[in-house]
């Protein structure tokens, strides 16, 4: 019940395309969803992050969409470039703070 | 410094050996959090403090594993006698508050660069 599973694992896209990565929660309890952004070497970097009372935030262009009903909720990067070639993760956490996070998403953007 | 620093950067343990690693985390920040991150994974919760008093220890793998904060700043993660298991980048998080006794839920988590262990 402690699972966040992320889809895919990895993902090629064009420069100036749409990135979409998709996650899926099970506990009903979280009620903080952050995206956090990873290059090689360093340490995760928050990117955005939603509260399941909104079903959609939108800062430059990420965009984050949540599905309550669903337990679903998805990234969206707008004209992708290559500079945003990282490692993405989608997490979650409840009362503790603690972030339970999904396996991970390698994306490359081809110039 | 501005960010939450992490030391040593890179580790290399023989199997057997006591391993400390150091968390500096962002000054003033009540919140510390310890995470595992095997190659190709996602983080994974270790352990929390809040202030000086270690929370939730419910991630650490084994009694091996024992972590301490002792002033509420600098964090101290120990691995005794290492396994090639333990071999990962541990990650030490930092944030202003706590989500506990009504605190702040969600609050943003600021994350160090990381040491890499490895245990041959």
């Known amino acids: 019940q402690q699972q966040v599973k992320q889809s895919p694992q990895s993902l090629i896209v064009q420069k100036g395309g749409i990135s979409i990565i998709n996650c899926a929660y099970e506990?009903?309890?979280?009620?903080?969803f952050p995206w956090y952004q990873q290059f090689p070497g360093k340490g995760p970097a928050l990117l955005i992050a939603?509260?399941?009372?909104?079903s959609e935030k939108k800062e430059g262009r990420f965009t984050i969409s949540f599905n309550k009903s669903a337990k679903q909720f998805s990234l969206h990067i707008m004209d992708s470039q290559p500079g945003d070639s990282a490692t993405y993760f989608c997490?979650?956490?409840?009362?503790?703070?603690?972030?339970?996070f999904g396996t991970g998403t390698l994306l490359a953007v081809q110039p | 410094g501005a960010g939450v620093s992490q030391s040593p950067r890179y580790k290399v343990a023989k199997r057997g050996q006591d391993v400390a690693l150091r968390c500096d985390p962002i000054?003033?920040?009540?919140?510390l959090f310890w995470y595992q991150q095997a190659l190709g994974q996602g983080p994974e919760f270790l352990t929390y403090?809040?202030?000086?008093?270690?929370?939730?220890k419910s991630g650490l793998p084994s009694d091996r594993f024992f972590a301490e904060r002792p002033e509420g700043s600098v964090s101290t993660l120990k691995i005794q006698r290492t396994q090639q298991e333990d071999s990962a980048v541990y990650l030490c998080?930092?944030?202003?508050?706590?989500?506990?006794?009504?605190?702040?839920?969600?609050?943003?988590?600021?994350f160090g660069p990381g040491t890499r262990l490895t245990v041959l």
């Open positions: 403090f809040q202030n000086e008093a270690q929370l939730d």
């Open positions: 506990n009903t309890a979280f009620d903080y």
């Open positions: 998080a930092s944030s202003r508050a706590t989500g506990l006794a009504g605190g702040v839920r969600g609050d943003t988590q600021y």
């Open positions: 939603i509260r399941p009372d909104v």
């Open positions: 997490a979650a956490s409840g009362a503790t703070n603690k972030l339970i």
């Open positions: 000054s003033g920040h009540v919140s």
